[in-house]
């Protein structure tokens, strides 16, 4: 029976996806070589769950009675309730509401291939081996945060890009549905580019009038009270402190949560070593375990760390042309710096990276208007 299912998702999403990759005008080669290893991902993904490495997606599905219906279906509670819906009523097994979500997870690659398609053979090159690494396709399958958050960002940065207000706004609802602080992140970004675009509007370029001023003051009030209700409602303790001012208190918790943990990192490690293991944990100087797994990630890694050197090399702050373009990158980095900052495990970075680097890749890439 999940073979049938397999099969007929395969070849339903195939026939679903091949009329978008033609609006995206993405190549046929490109197309039908992700498609393939994206599923291949999502089976290898599935079958992990059963020999003892895997996600938090198969105990999420055990326990979607953990659900509570009297709180907003935010974070593991979306997860829960989803889990429960379809595990109760329609009886779906784990294998196959994960099979399912393939139609996400290739949403957001589709979204991102779009966006790559005019640049140069080198950087076009090098973001789709970075979007076909192993671990970054591991940890954005099945049905977990991080596929959902994956698939939000991708939205975010084509919808910035391609300057789409309306998918604009569903992507940042989306993101504060999976994960709050990232959505607590875009919305501060947002706020200190527009006020200062909007500084430059008016002193610059003059553009002073009555509905420009309004427009600009409502939306800057509603993401304040956004981000308000963010802190003081979903981020426990740490918002609490935020409010407060209290932020040091934040970053001190956060630091030495898990640092005495294995791949702990240490409270006392500075903030460029933060910066770089973040992104770039396990080298070949980081002889943690000889295991296939570490290996794969170094490898990995590896690559990651010359395609990153050889991208802001080349980057010049020129390219940065329109304030859509100059949010996605204040987003971006502002949320690297911050998930660096408090991140106190490697193991925890080695899952969460893949919701900055393959965004950073393509902003520094040179032509996109």
Known sequence: ???????????????????????????????????????????????????????????????????????????????????????????????????????????????????????????????????????????????????????????????LLNKKNNLLVLSIILAFLIRPYVCFVILASYIICKVLFSIKEI??????????????????????????????????????YFLKGNILAIVDNLQSHYSNTTLGIPVDTNILTRLIKYAFFPTIFDLVDFNIFFIILIIENTFLIFVFIYFILRFRFSYINNQYKFIAIVSFIMLYFVLALVTSNSGIAIRQKWMVLPFLLILFSKKLS
């Open 1 to 159: 029976m999940f073979v049938l299912y397999i099969l007929s998702t395969a070849t339903l999403s195939y026939l679903f996806f091949s009329f978008l990759f033609r609006k995206f005008k993405i190549d046929n080669f490109t197309f039908n070589i992700f498609f393939l290893l994206k599923f291949v991902y999502l089976l290898l993904y599935i079958y992990s769950h059963y020999n003892n490495f895997g996600t938090d997606a198969l105990a999420y599905y055990n326990k979607a009675e953990n659900y509570n219906i009297g709180s907003l279906p935010i974070s593991e509670n979306l997860i829960y309730g989803i889990n429960l819906f379809f595990r109760n009523f329609y009886n779906i097994k784990f294998e196959s509401l994960n099979i399912a979500t393939f139609f996400i997870s290739f949403s957001s690659c589709l979204l991102l291939l779009s966006l790559i398609k005019d640049l140069d053979k080198f950087q076009k090159i090098a973001i789709c081996i970075t979007l076909l690494i192993p671990s970054l396709n591991f940890f954005t399958s099945g049905l977990n945060k991080d596929m959902l958050i994956f698939f939000s960002l991708s939205l975010f940065l084509y919808s």
């Open 203 to 240: 002193i610059i370029d003059h553009k002073i009038s009555l509905k420009f001023i309004l427009i600009r003051i409502f939306f800057l009030i509603l993401s304040i009270l956004i981000i308000y209700f963010i802190l003081d409602n979903l981020l426990g303790s740490f918002g609490k």
